[in-house]
């Protein structure tokens, strides 16, 4: 596969001195161009990757100086006007927007905050003269959820890195110009050490080239390529990023952040779904009244709306809590919480759509089957939805025993995140916890308290004078799911699988 980089003779085109709004509106028209006008993505996002002028128009518009440091000839990295950008593209196409996202967060992010100088220079005048891309390998055939035990090695020789091992589904697989590639030191005593470095890879240097060894077909967001490669580099010493502690340290801050801002692709996907819901609604009849006049109709409809309103609230915060003057390696409870419920509620909107669409919806070429399988691997990626609300669900047991609380509301009433949440629930959280959950209540509890963390953030989005009645509606909607939630945590359920279970469990058997 040969790498795209586009564009190359392209003149920088002034981007980084327009006022953002402007720069956002010539990136949303290039868009609507491409998407609307001289490609039709209803038919587009049938076909695997992406015609060329597509990506050629878009990044002519060089979308990713938003991306970098103003000290590299970028706009700045502001964690808001990225994030604005990601909801533009993920208004349009959600693939692109991971496409930037992946850019974003897993690369332009970690090489900005830990990368030498003498390699950001290049990497980035690469990303803003040549349109370059990157992506980040983590996860290995054998190991995704339980990243930390990766095989891929390295070896210290002649003043550079030789690494070794299997990767696979790296967004932008054979696409990316570099790859930041994650192993663990091998050492002839030791073997491999606990801790994981990042190192860049140039795959313009045949020496730091990444072989494809299969194209996967995945089942959503065609414009993405995904597959496995076989890492047998060599990378000088610059390549690799320098932690300010440990790798380990450093990959949650990378991951953290990139959790934080996921809200940037969520937003204009959410909002997509309520404007195509509503359109839809409107103008379909069933029965001689318009679907829009049906009380379910308006429960779907308002639960939509709550979505776009819970995922703004979540991009203002991720806007301020994003940078990478911030150490968010230690901040898992907050960006686990937001990762969870943007995925949560990418997937149930996109659900809800098709529910509303009815069968013409259930087709490839129509956005809200698409928009169902698009969003679906936002909840394994980038962490587990499972294990990230086991995980939160750890955090907050874990804070409470440092504080010697084993009472819930308590919890709720100091802990910053969830203080203003706490005024509106009453006396619902009066109870005492079992500090040894199973996982399966650990996974209820999580959910509750990542809504809990949502709802605060939405009041807040409300203190700061965000439209009065969408705020009350969301907040209405959050409360009655974490009534639900909090119900089924509290709700006896251990029941565990019958292993073997064909023997005497053929209905027909039993049948008069
Ligand atoms: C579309 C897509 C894009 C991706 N992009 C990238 C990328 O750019 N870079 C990259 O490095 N990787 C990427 N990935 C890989 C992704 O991060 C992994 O798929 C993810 O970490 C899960 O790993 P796994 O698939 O090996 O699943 P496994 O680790 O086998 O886990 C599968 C499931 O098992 C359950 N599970 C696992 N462990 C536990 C546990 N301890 N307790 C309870 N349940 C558990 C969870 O339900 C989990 O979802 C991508 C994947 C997809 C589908």
């Known amino acids: ?26 990136f949303k028209s290039k868009l609507q161009h491409v998407f609307q006008g001289r490609a ?9 990757g992406l015609p060329p ?38 208004y349009e196409a959600l693939g692109l927007s991971l496409m930037f996202g992946i850019n974003y967060a897993l690369f332009v992010q970690p090489v900005a905050k830990y990368g030498q100088e003498a390699l950001k220079t290049s990497v980035f005048r690469r990303f803003l003269q040549e349109k370059a891309m990157g992506g980040l390998m983590i996860t290995e055939p054998d190991f995704g959820s339980d990243a930390l035990n990766m095989q891929t090695s390295y070896t210290e020789e002649f003043g550079e890195y030789h690494i070794q091992g299997t990767k696979h589904w790296g967004g932008l697989t054979g696409w990316a110009d ?15 050490k606990r801790d994981i470095d990042f190192f860049v890879c140039d795959m313009n240097d045949p020496r730091q080239h990444i072989d494809v060894e299969e194209v996967y077909e995945n089942l959503g967001l065609y414009m993405i390529p995904y597959g496995r490669n076989k890492i047998d580099v060599h990378v000088p010493a610059l390549h ?14 990378l991951l953290h952040r990139s959790r934080i801002q996921f809200a940037g692709m969520g937003m204009g996907f959410l909002q997509r779904m309520l404007d195509e819901a509503l359109a839809h609604c409107k103008t379909r009849f069933v029965g001689g009244k318009s679907l829009f006049e049906f009380d379910q109709v308006q429960d779907r409809l308002s ?51 098709l529910q509303l669409v009815g069968a013409k919806g259930y087709r490839l070429n129509h956005i ?24 939160i669900a750890e955090s907050a ?16 009433k100091q802990y910053p995140l969830t203080l203003r949440a706490s005024e509106a629930f009453s006396d619902l959280f009066n109870v005492e916890l079992d500090m040894q959950l199973p996982q399966r209540k650990l996974v209820d509890l999580g959910k509750v308290v990542s809504r809990l963390v949502t709802f605060d953030m939405v009041s807040n989005l409300g203190e700061r004078g965000f439209r009065a009645d969408l705020i009350k509606n969301s907040l209405s909607n959050l409360r009655q799911e974490v009534n639900n939630l909090f119900c089924t945590f509290q709700s006896d359920n251990l029941t565990t699988v019958v292993d073997d279970y064909e023997e005497n469990s053929n209905w027909f058997t039993f049948a008069r």
């Open 1 to 26: 596969m040969t790498s795209l980089t586009l564009g190359s003779s392209l003149p920088a085109n002034g981007s980084t001195q327009q006022p953002f709004a402007d720069f956002l509106d010539a």
């Open 40 to 48: 039709d993505i209803d038919h587009l996002g049938t076909k695997r």
């Open 53 to 90: 002028f597509v990506l050629r128009e878009i990044m002519s518009t060089n979308p990713f100086s938003a991306f970098i440091p103003a000290k590299f000839g970028g706009r700045g990295g502001l964690p808001s006007e990225s994030m604005a950008l990601l909801s533009a593209a993920s």
């Open 178 to 192: 570099y790859w930041l590639v994650t192993a663990r030191e091998q050492t002839p005593e030791r073997g491999l």
């Open 240 to 253: 690799k990023l320098e932690p300010e502690s440990t790798g380990i340290k450093m990959m949650l801050d």
């Open 303 to 353: 639960r939509l709306q709550a979505s776009f309103t819970i995922c703004s609230a979540l991009c203002m915060h991720g806007s301020e809590n994003g940078g990478l003057e911030q150490d968010l390696s230690g901040r898992g409870l907050e960006a686990n919480s937001i990762k969870t419920v943007v995925t949560d509620l990418m997937q149930e909107a996109s659900q809800s759509l």
């Open 368 to 391: 809200a089957g698409r928009a169902t399988v698009d969003s679906r691997p936002f909840q394994i990626f980038e962490g587990s939805n499972d294990l990230l609300y086991t995980q």
């Open 397 to 412: 047991l874990k804070l409470m025993r440092r504080d010697k609380l084993s009472n819930l509301q308590k919890f709720i």
